[in-house]
């Protein structure tokens, strides 16, 4: 990592390598030092003179805050991303996502609406980031069906490539299925879930998703194991 990033320095594409290394320690829970990285890969698209990159490393790190559980600094880099490009489509759909895992529901229903208006024949935008971005608000209201009934439309193409990350793709769609699952009580499928992020790791390679995908497993075989118990308890097992 070390060779690479000497790679970078200086370079227009500087900002690429200090993402990446962000993303890789916030993935071993490195998270102070991926704050640090992620400022100074914002400051580096600045300087080549691209906002809009500033703005999706950081929309992008206000997503791994949140899914961490630091809903608060997931907002304010939110905030921050929208207001270095406000028109981005990255950003916009980045930032989205984080507002809706932070619980801030406001938001990510106004940049929803502003989304579906903008970019109606985009089909990643319509099939891929709406679907999930609906999904995370459903979850914050503790509603799984609906979560699961609005991921059904991207399970066509969600193991495809997706824009505005540097990786091939986080998986988002598994992710928030997992979640709904187990928020569900339905420990088997989340697991199943969850499973297929790790076992796609070259698709994934260091995204949060990864990281918490093992936590999801062992949620849902937590889960499991209950409701084993209660089940065989029952029936003089």
């Not at 490009?85 to 619980?103: D, H, R, Y």
């Not at 609906?146 to 540097?166: D, R, Y």
């Not at 187990?182 to 790791?201: C, P, R, V, Y």
């Amino acid at each position: 990592m070390e060779e690479q990033q000497q790679w970078f320095t200086g370079k227009p594409e500087e900002n690429v390598g200090l993402g990446l290394a962000s993303d890789t320690e916030a993935y071993v829970g490195h998270l102070a030092i991926a704050r640090e990285l992620t400022k100074r890969a914002v400051d580096s698209a600045i300087r080549a003179d691209s906002k809009e990159t500033g703005a999706i490393w950081q929309a992008n790190a206000a997503q791994r805050e949140a899914a961490y559980g630091g809903a608060m600094e997931a907002r304010r880099s939110a905030v921050e991303a929208l207001k270095l490009a406000p028109t981005s489509q990255g950003a916009g759909v980045e930032a989205a996502l984080a507002f809706a895992m932070a619980g801030d529901t406001a938001r990510t229903e106004s940049l929803a609406q502003d989304l579906r208006k903008r970019y109606p024949l985009d089909t990643q935008v319509q099939s891929l980031w709406l679907p999930v971005i609906l999904a995370q608000l459903a979850l914050e209201r503790k509603n799984p069906n609906s979560a699961l009934t609005a991921l059904q439309v991207g399970l066509p193409i969600e193991l495809g490539q997706i824009q505005f990350v540097a990786n091939i793709s986080c998986l988002y769609p598994m992710y928030a299925r997992g979640e709904a699952y187990l928020e569900a009580g339905q420990g088997t499928a989340a697991a199943a879930e969850f499973q297929k992020i790790i076992d796609h790791s070259g698709i994934v390679w260091n995204c949060w998703t990864g990281a918490l995908a093992h936590l999801g497993v062992a949620r849902a075989n937590a889960l499991q194991s209950k409701t084993f118990s209660r089940t065989g308890a029952g029936s003089g097992c």
